[in-house]
């Protein structure tokens, strides 16, 4: 089932020209309107003309999360401000968060992609369906409300927590299809089995899980705790949201919808393009996006890209499963996690440089943050009530600037393990 | 009047303080008084020793988080109510005490109690007019 026939399985010769003829008018946008845009362009001497061919695209400059971060808020914006309907941010860094911008036009496009990926997860118009996806600056809610709005569908805004509740209205709603992050769901599953609620009755038949990492065997718990069919979801805020990506039947990759989105794997540290098969990092060029139109935007994400066809019929390529970062990002029950951030953080505490250690790990199905301090001397102090309210202060500040609580271990100095060259800032012992 | 008081960061580990004791025992320092500190996770070691400036460079040395603070040694009868009657002067003169801890003096029938108090110079002060004996740092040094 597709929800948009035509353009889901567009000849790949017909796609390259609609691309072509996107993308010209993507770098001719920007070169009007964003000065950031046409600084960059001007110093690698290229001009909107010069763009003939799809292979022009690697002529182009890279974004990164950090062009975003700098032109803080509306710096990248391609539209006036009165031209933008909607506004979504990261959930806030070190320095500035993250901002998106959607004219009227970007979030019909949202809506259609989103649609299209619950039509390939199998949604119909009368299905229910029940977003535990938060709502709120957090693409992951109004995203998917609307593309099953756009659908057709009937949705359950119920967004994250309160799991009990969840249950009780899928089974007075006869839920279809979940949509929320993979370890909410695997905790969802728990909460049924504990309170044994025989799963006849339940109506769900699909999941859409995405927003954090997962795998494989992953799958196959939630598929047989929940008895569902689950798929995955790829999106992230700076390029649209849920649905830049998505799963078919087949189960074996994600179809990137490429009537908007122009993807590429580089080796992240030479930036050269690299074959299809390739592993490498994903850089999405954003073709039709009015609000906040980004060239070359370097997700950090490292997936591979395969064009065989697929027996979906979609002509789209699908990207593999994400299987790391190729920076240190870390993602901690949806959040994006810096060290930096953390960093910065006890930087302002203390008045030396600290040495500090993330500790990720999944406890059943919640990841866990631990960060341990080595204690410095300017820290130190003979008081245990001083250094009860250090451990208070760093966890307090972490919360407000990441948004979810870490334990904070004080250790002694030493104690965390030196590197030669870049320090090891993470021991991820998450089994995903 | 003050007397240097060694403290050091101690993780919950097996073994630390073993360690601590053993580089201060090795290079001839002796511990006169010592008290531990503890939550779940670290312990603050404090320690009274013969030659605090020594004992704070060789633990310093051996990678320790160390810091030195001044405390009051009192000197207090070793009978009952003894230490009842400083903290009760204490307590009327609003002197908050952040912390105490007590050793026996070897040849004489005095206890003495170590001190951490905010307003140091305060509290020698009203404990001398009082008639408290406050030890100098050397005296306790050579105890």
Same mark, same amino acid.
């Given at each position: 089932?597709?929800?948009?026939?035509?353009?889901?399985?567009?000849?790949?010769?017909?796609?390259?020209?609609?691309?072509?003829?996107?993308?010209?008018?993507?770098?001719?946008?920007?070169?009007?309107?964003?000065?950031?845009?046409?600084?960059?362009?001007?110093?690698?001497?290229? @001009?909107?003309?010069?763009?003939?061919?799809?292979?022009?695209?690697?002529?182009?400059?890279?974004?990164?999360?950090?062009?975003?971060?700098?032109?803080?808020?509306?710096?990248? *914006?391609?539209?006036?401000?009165?031209?933008?309907?909607?506004?979504?941010?990261?959930?806030?860094?070190?320095?500035?968060?993250?901002?998106?911008?959607?004219?009227?036009?970007?979030?019909?496009?949202?809506?259609?992609?989103?649609?299209?990926?619950?039509?390939?997860?199998?949604?119909?118009?009368?299905?229910?369906?029940?977003?535990?996806?938060?709502?709120?600056?957090?693409?992951?809610?109004?995203?998917?409300?609307?593309?099953?709005?756009?659908?057709?569908?009937?949705?359950?805004?119920?967004?994250?927590?309160?799991?009990?509740?969840?249950?009780?209205?899928?089974?007075? *709603?006869?839920?279809?299809?979940?949509?929320?992050?993979?370890?909410?769901?695997? *905790?969802?599953?728990?909460?049924?089995?504990?309170?044994?609620?025989?799963?006849?009755?339940?109506?769900?038949?699909?999941?859409?899980?995405?927003?954090?990492?997962?795998?494989? @065997?992953?799958?196959?718990?939630?598929?047989?705790?929940?008895?569902?069919?689950?798929?995955?979801?790829?999106?992230?805020?700076?390029?649209?949201?849920?649905?830049?990506?998505?799963?078919?039947?087949?189960?074996?990759?994600?179809?990137?919808?490429?009537?908007?989105?122009?993807?590429?794997?580089?080796?992240?540290?030479?930036?050269?393009?690299?074959?299809?098969?390739?592993?490498?990092?994903?850089?999405?060029?954003?073709?039709?996006?009015?609000?906040?139109?980004?060239?070359?935007?370097?997700?950090?994400?490292?997936?591979?890209?395969?064009?065989?066809?697929?027996?979906?019929?979609?002509?789209?390529?699908?990207?593999?499963?994400?299987?790391?970062?190729?920076?240190?990002?870390?993602?901690?029950?949806?959040?994006?996690?810096?060290?930096?951030?953390?960093?910065?953080?006890?930087?302002?505490?203390?008045?030396?440089?600290?040495?500090?250690?993330?500790?990720?790990?999944?406890?059943?199905?919640?990841?866990?943050?631990?960060?341990?301090?080595?204690?410095?001397?300017?820290?130190?102090?003979?008081?245990?009530?001083?250094?009860?309210?250090?451990?208070?202060?760093?966890?307090?500040?972490?919360?407000?600037?990441?948004?979810?609580?870490?334990?904070?271990?004080?250790?002694?100095?030493?104690?965390?393990?030196?590197?030669?060259?870049?320090?090891?800032?993470?021991?991820?012992?998450?089994?995903? | 009047?003050?007397?240097?008081?060694?403290?050091?960061?101690?993780?919950?580990?097996?073994?630390?303080?073993?360690?601590?004791?053993?580089?201060?025992?090795?290079?001839?320092?002796?511990?006169?008084?010592?008290?531990?500190?503890?939550?779940?996770?670290?312990?603050?070691?404090?320690?009274?020793?013969?030659?605090?400036?020594?004992?704070?460079?060789?633990?310093?040395?051996?990678?320790?988080?160390?810091?030195?603070?001044?405390?009051?040694?009192?000197?207090?009868?070793?009978?009952?109510?003894?230490?009842?009657?400083?903290?009760?002067?204490?307590?009327?003169?609003?002197?908050?005490?952040?912390?105490?801890?007590?050793?026996?003096?070897?040849?004489?029938?005095?206890?003495?109690?170590?001190?951490?108090?905010?307003?140091?110079?305060?509290?020698?002060?009203?404990?001398?007019?009082?008639?408290?004996?406050?030890?100098?740092?050397?005296?306790?040094?050579?105890?």
């Amino acid at each position: 089932m597709y929800f948009s026939t035509e353009l889901e399985t567009i000849e790949r010769n017909e796609l390259e020209v609609l691309q072509l003829e996107r993308l010209q008018q993507l770098v001719k946008r920007v070169y009007e309107n964003v000065p950031f845009y046409q600084e960059k362009l001007s110093e690698l001497g290229i @001009k909107p003309d010069d763009i003939q061919s799809l292979s022009d695209l690697q002529r182009l400059p890279f974004t990164t999360k950090q062009d975003l971060r700098d032109q803080y808020p509306f710096g990248l *914006f391609a539209t006036s401000r009165e031209n933008i309907v909607r506004l979504h941010a990261s959930s806030g860094t070190t320095g500035n968060p993250t901002v998106v911008g959607y004219t009227k036009n970007d979030i019909e496009n949202w809506k259609e992609l989103m649609a299209r990926s619950l039509t390939s997860y199998g949604a119909t118009p009368s299905s229910v369906v029940q977003n535990a996806y938060g709502y709120g600056l957090f693409t992951g809610g109004l995203g998917v409300h609307y593309g099953a709005e756009h659908l057709g569908a009937t949705v359950v805004p119920i967004s994250g927590g309160n799991t009990k509740r969840q249950i009780k209205l899928m089974q007075d *709603f006869g839920t279809e299809v979940l949509c929320c992050t993979p370890s909410y769901a695997l *905790f969802i599953a728990e909460v049924l089995e504990e309170s044994g609620i025989p799963r006849e009755s339940l109506n769900l038949k699909t999941g859409v899980f995405g927003a954090e990492p997962w795998s494989e @065997k992953m799958r196959q718990e939630i598929e047989d705790r929940l008895q569902i069919d689950a798929f995955d979801i790829y999106g992230l805020s700076e390029i649209m949201g849920p649905g830049v990506a998505a799963e078919c039947k087949e189960k074996d990759g994600l179809h990137i919808f490429e009537d908007h989105f122009i993807p590429e794997i580089i080796d992240p540290d030479t930036c050269e393009v690299l074959p299809y098969g390739a592993e490498g990092e994903l850089v999405i060029t954003t073709i039709t996006k009015e609000g906040i139109p980004l060239l070359r935007y370097r997700t950090r994400d490292i997936t591979r890209l395969t064009i065989d066809p697929c027996s979906c019929g979609r002509s789209h390529v699908k990207m593999k499963r994400v299987t790391g970062r190729s920076d240190d990002m870390l993602i901690i029950r949806g959040v994006n996690v810096f060290p930096s951030q953390v960093e910065s953080v006890l930087l302002s505490i203390g008045d030396t440089e600290p040495h500090y250690l993330l500790v990720v790990n999944r406890v059943g199905t919640l990841d866990t943050l631990e960060i341990l301090v080595e204690v410095s001397e300017s820290m130190f102090s003979d008081k245990i009530k001083r250094l009860e309210q250090l451990e208070r202060k760093i966890r307090q500040e972490l919360d407000s600037i990441l948004g979810i609580a870490a334990k904070i271990r004080l250790v002694e100095p030493k104690t965390i393990e030196r590197s030669e060259g870049k320090a090891k800032r993470i021991l991820d012992k998450r089994k995903i | 009047m003050l007397v240097k008081q060694i403290s050091v960061f101690l993780e919950n580990k097996t073994g630390r303080l073993a360690e601590v004791t053993g580089t201060l025992g090795s290079n001839k320092i002796n511990i006169r008084a010592l008290s531990i500190a503890d939550t779940t996770d670290f312990g603050i070691l404090r320690l009274i020793v013969n030659n605090p400036a020594m004992a704070y460079q060789l633990l310093k040395e051996q990678g320790f988080t160390v810091s030195e603070t001044d405390v009051i040694a009192v000197e207090i009868d070793d009978s009952p109510g003894g230490l009842s009657r400083v903290l009760r002067l204490m307590d009327e003169n609003k002197i908050n005490i952040e912390y105490l801890y007590a050793f026996l003096e070897k040849k004489e029938e005095a206890a003495l109690v170590v001190f951490r108090v905010e307003e140091i110079e305060r509290a020698i002060e009203t404990l001398q007019k009082n008639n408290i004996t406050v030890l100098k740092g050397a005296q306790v040094y050579e105890l």
